[in-house]
């Protein structure tokens, strides 16, 4: 199989560049005339003194000047590594890499089918399960741990993720503190800051409600990141009809002032911070149940937002609103997957989410795995050479022959897609294996790499470093 990264050579673009522009001019429009608000004093004086009006105490209006300066010295290129200093993920053009989300409320166990509350193991098992499938690239935490303290149980999620795969780690932290312990962390395996700037292990996951409200919070991570100059996305995910307006324009322009507004901090506070803008599009909100959704086809607007700005994104698909893995489950995965690959986005992950972002199952990333894995196929250049047209071959097999016993045939057989999950064979071979079902074939992979794969692992030293950020943490009042 071929596990190289997706480079979409020609993407599907969602928006053209003149509505590209419009929505940029809009979102200008937002910052200048309207204003957001931002929860932070500090934000507030650094973007005051950098020119823009400050009315109610904290309605910032930022002129636009201030957002053409940040796009000149904000980094168009960002390249994530694994733990041993290999280039993994080159955030550029229209290469795509896929990994699980983050955070879920519960997990849908792989051997019993019952959704019940994860714990700080199921963040470890599935690490190990990231680590071992080939078309992931980066990890995420998948589930909100139940077993430890609940206002630590971000550093117990990086602690188990580092300790568990070589790959990327994308992490998500209540407070500022989660974040400090996230990039300790990677400095203790790097041997310090330095090394971690010149080859980051980790990016970090900033979230809002929406692009016009700025908390406190959220604005504390961003200028500790863009101060440290480690990676970040900065991602206001409004929910069209509640936090932002319900039509499309109106949601992304909205939530694209947010993006900007973060952009001018991060640069105000260190030129050249490595920022990650959005290319997901707010949840809609689902008028009939009021849920929010995640495998909504309204997608692909923010996408076509960040490549128009030339800028790495971070996006959204591979998740479903069904409940159980089921077909609803593995065909809404495939939609979006496909889709946010035609978009061309950097970082897509969510992978394995369920019930609307609230349920993981290792079971339905596997399938996503498979999933990730024919569109690579699709997306794979195709040779045209002399080779592959085989002209001799057709004259000398003659129309009556067979091209089966061929030379040639030997040759490239193995270039074709091969499934190692989905089901190709016989009837009668399917009975001969015991009939069994997708989710039951997934489920019986996910437990084979539980029982046989051993992910590289940290050097005894580092580990006990990590364990005593995880300590310190548990006595800090």
């Not at 199921?122 to 430890?148: E, Q």
């Not at 399938?367 to 004259?395: G, H, M, P, Y």
């Not at 016993?405 to 009837?427: A, I, N, V």
């Not at 006990?464 to 995880?470: E, G, H």
Request: glycine share 6%; charged share 20%.
């Amino acid at each position: 199989m071929n596990h190289e990264n997706i480079y979409v050579r020609v993407p599907y673009m969602r928006l053209s560049e003149g509505q590209c522009q419009q929505i940029h001019e809009a979102s200008l429009e937002i910052l200048e005339r309207i204003g957001v608000c931002l929860q932070l004093q500090e934000a507030v004086d650094m973007l005051e003194k950098a020119g823009a009006k400050v009315k109610d105490g904290n309605i910032v209006q930022i002129p636009p000047k201030l957002v053409e300066k940040a796009f000149q010295t904000a980094s168009k290129q960002i390249v994530l590594y694994d733990r041993n200093g290999k280039p993994s993920m080159p955030l550029e053009k229209h290469r795509c890499f896929y990994g699980p989300g983050s955070d879920c409320l519960n997990i849908l166990d792989h051997r019993t089918r019952v959704r019940r509350d994860p714990v700080v193991n199921d963040v470890a098992d599935g690490t190990r399960i990231c680590d071992a499938l080939p078309n992931i690239d980066f990890l995420m935490s998948m589930v909100l741990p139940k077993d430890v303290d609940q206002a630590m149980a971000d550093t117990y999620q990086i602690e188990a993720m580092f300790s568990n795969s070589i790959k990327p780690v994308l992490a998500v932290s209540y407070e500022l503190s989660g974040i400090i312990n996230a990039v300790d962390m990677a400095k203790a395996i790097l041997g310090g800051l330095g090394p971690l700037r010149q080859k980051p292990i980790l990016a970090c996951y900033i979230n809002l409600v929406s692009g016009s409200f700025h908390n406190r919070e959220s604005l504390k991570k961003l200028l500790y990141l863009s101060g440290e100059g480690i990676p970040f996305f900065y991602i206001p995910a409004s929910t069209p009809g509640a936090t932002s307006p319900i039509t499309v324009a109106g949601s992304v322009a909205l939530d694209n002032a947010g993006v900007l507004l973060g952009l001018v901090l991060s640069q105000l506070n260190r030129e050249g911070a490595p920022y990650i803008i959005s290319g997901m599009e707010g949840s809609p909100l689902d008028m009939r149940t009021m849920v929010s959704t995640y495998a909504y086809p309204e997608r692909g607007f923010f996408e076509a937002m960040s490549h128009y700005y030339k800028m790495p994104m971070f996006a959204l698909s591979g998740a479903s609103e069904s409940k159980l893995v089921d077909q609803q489950a593995a065909a809404e995965a495939a939609l979006t997957l496909m889709a946010d690959t035609f978009g061309g986005g950097h970082l897509i992950h969510d992978l394995g989410y369920l019930e609307s972002g609230n349920t993981f199952s290792f079971t339905q990333l596997v399938i996503c795995d498979q999933i990730v894995n024919w569109i690579k196929a699709f997306f794979r250049e195709t040779e045209v050479s002399k080779e592959t047209l085989a002209l001799d071959l057709i004259e000398q097999v003659g129309p009556k022959g067979s091209y089966l016993s061929t030379d040639h045939t030997l040759r490239h057989y193995k270039e074709q897609w091969y499934p190692d999950l989905f089901e190709r064979g016989s009837f009668n071979h399917w009975v001969q294996k015991g009939s069994k079902n997708l989710e039951e074939r997934a489920a019986a992979r996910v437990e084979k790499i539980l029982q046989e794969h051993h992910p590289e692992p940290l050097p005894e030293d580092v580990r006990m470093r990590l364990r005593n950020i995880v300590k310190r943490t548990e006595v800090t009042p």
